[in-house]
């Protein structure tokens, strides 16, 4: 069975998803659902936001590597 492909997202729509999460009145989940993505995604585009601040440039898409199997 073959995943099916991303759809990529512009900066603008994630960061207005978010806000519509943070600042109405509906869960991040209702307003996914609107916006046609799964219930997870403005979470993950959050935690993205929040790595991008903390590093100070974009970072890139996936799991942050552990620091032990890093080295």
Known sequence: MRRKAYKPYSREFKLEAIRLAE???????????????RP??????????????AAGAPVKRGRRPDDELAQ
Not at 40 to 53: A, G, P, S, T
């Open 23 to 37: 600042v109405g009145d509906k869960t991040a989940s209702q307003v996914a659902r609107e916006l046609g993505l």
């Open 40 to 53: 997870n995604q403005i979470w993950k585009w959050k935690q993205q936001l929040e790595r991008e601040v």
